[in-house]
């Protein structure tokens, strides 16, 4: 900032350029500042995508049955899941899905006994092709409807 006695002998249209210039600069520093904070919140989603990932990584085991390993990614999630993502996060951690041409061919039967057995369950909305997987706790006891804070994280997804 300039002194006081140089801004007082300035002339009217030596402070009105001054002042735009300012303007221009503030306008830019904005910018700036909204580029960044974007970009930060940007990368504080991927973090915890990937802590996530990091988590369910630390805990996951090969050495599961594949019922297994859908029912524990469900329950890491915590939120109702389509298949084609539970086996995309599989394919992370699984060794043994990469060498299969077709993993979603390949895990279909899986989905389908631990649909069978109760382990998870089949949840259809209507107007999106497909299910999504829930938990057989995300229902409601009462009212057999699918509790509202799991219906929230489906509407989250969209």
């Known amino acids: 900032m300039e002194p006081l006695k140089t801004i007082r002998s300035m002339t009217n249209e030596e402070l009105v350029r001054k002042i735009s210039i300012q303007e221009k600069e ?3 520093l904005k910018a700036l500042l909204k580029e960044s904070f974007d970009q930060n919140s940007f990368l504080l ?3 915890d995508r990937h802590e996530i990932k990091t988590n369910l990584f630390l805990e996951y085991s090969q050495r599961w049955s594949w019922i297994n390993k859908i029912i524990y990614i469900l329950r890491e999630l915590d939120k109702p899941s389509t298949s084609s993502d ?3 996060l599989m394919l992370e951690f ?3 899905l990469r060498f299969n041409r077709d993993i979603v061919k ?8 631990a649909v ?3 382990r998870i369950i089949q949840h259809k909305i209507k107007g999106i092709k497909g299910y999504y997987y829930i938990l057989p706790g995300w ?3 009462v009212t057999n409807v699918l509790k509202q804070e799991y219906k929230n994280k489906i509407v989250e997804l969209r």
């Open 139 to 141: 229902i409601d006891e």
């Open 94 to 96: 699984d060794a043994d």
């Open 26 to 28: 503030i306008q830019e």
């Open 116 to 118: 069978k057995y109760g």
């Open 45 to 47: 989603g991927k973090l």
């Open 86 to 88: 539970i086996v995309n």
């Open 106 to 113: 390949y895990l279909s039967p899986h989905f389908t006994k």
